[in-house]
């Protein structure tokens, strides 16, 4: 069975903390990607990566960065913590080209409370 | 500014009754256009989608119907279920690219 995994489900974490998520995908996908959720703004793109080494802002780049070394693993960071940072936050990978073409596979999200 | 948009945060029907779910986008650049269902504690997962080329697509109860020229889409759910009971994103995507933009979510329940 494919999936995404986001290595924590929960996190608490203290304003100007540097905060890790991180993301696995065992599917060999070229592309993966980072978006939060919020209540009456929906899904969020914040960075995006096509390939190794490679990434792109998104629509909510600002307070975050994004690393990835290896093809199956895309880490967001946060590099100092603030409370409007907290949100669930969510990765996706698909296939190389159009990612409408085949879709994104989602993990389960990370529910991350800032304080 | 938000390029995909779901005015109605949620709507409840009855079991057996349609569903429909309704999606307006701004981007005319946008031609693939997909629907994610989204349970509780869980990420969402693909549903139907529909390329601009054709104005409907249909996945047994799912069938998804595209306006380009009002830029506006819609979900319908025949019979809905309460299984169905979740929140569905419409999301769409331009074609040189690899990104998808989100809508807001509509909760849908279904009473039985």
């Known amino acids: 069975d494919v999936k995404v995994t986001q290595s924590s489900r929960y996190l608490v974490k203290r304003t100007g903390e540097k905060v890790f998520l991180e993301c696995v995908q065992d599917?060999?996908?070229?592309?993966m990607f980072w978006y939060r959720q919020d209540p009456g703004l929906g899904l969020r793109l914040i960075y995006f990566?096509?390939?190794?080494?490679?990434?792109e802002k998104g629509d909510i780049p600002e307070g975050y960065s994004v690393s990835r070394e290896k093809k199956e693993r895309f880490s967001l960071i946060l590099e100092s913590a603030s409370t409007n940072q907290t949100s669930m936050y969510l990765c996706?990978?698909?296939?190389?080209?159009?990612?409408?073409?085949?879709?994104?596979?989602f993990g389960s999200g990370t529910r991350l409370t800032v304080v | 500014d938000q390029q995909v948009k779901q005015n109605s945060p949620s709507l409840s029907v009855q079991e057996g009754r349609i569903s429909i779910l309704n999606c307006d986008y701004t981007?005319?650049?946008?031609?693939?256009f997909l629907w994610y269902k989204k349970y509780p504690a869980e990420g969402p997962t693909f549903l139907i989608s529909?390329?601009?080329?054709?104005d409907k697509n249909e996945d047994g109860r799912f069938t998804v119907f595209l306006n380009k020229s009002a830029k506006h889409l819609s979900l319908h759910i025949v019979p809905s279920q309460p299984g169905d009971s979740a929140v569905y994103f419409c999301?769409?995507?331009?074609?040189?690219?690899?990104?998808?933009?989100f809508g807001a979510g509509t909760r849908l329940t279904v009473k039985p």
């Open positions: 996706a990978s698909s296939l190389g080209g159009r990612a409408s073409t085949y879709g994104y596979t």
């Open positions: 599917m060999d996908h070229e592309n």
């Open positions: 990566s096509y390939d190794v080494k490679m990434k």
């Open positions: 981007n005319s650049m946008f031609d693939y």
């Open positions: 529909i390329s601009s080329i054709k």
């Open positions: 999301a769409a995507s331009a074609s040189r690219n690899n990104d998808m933009r």
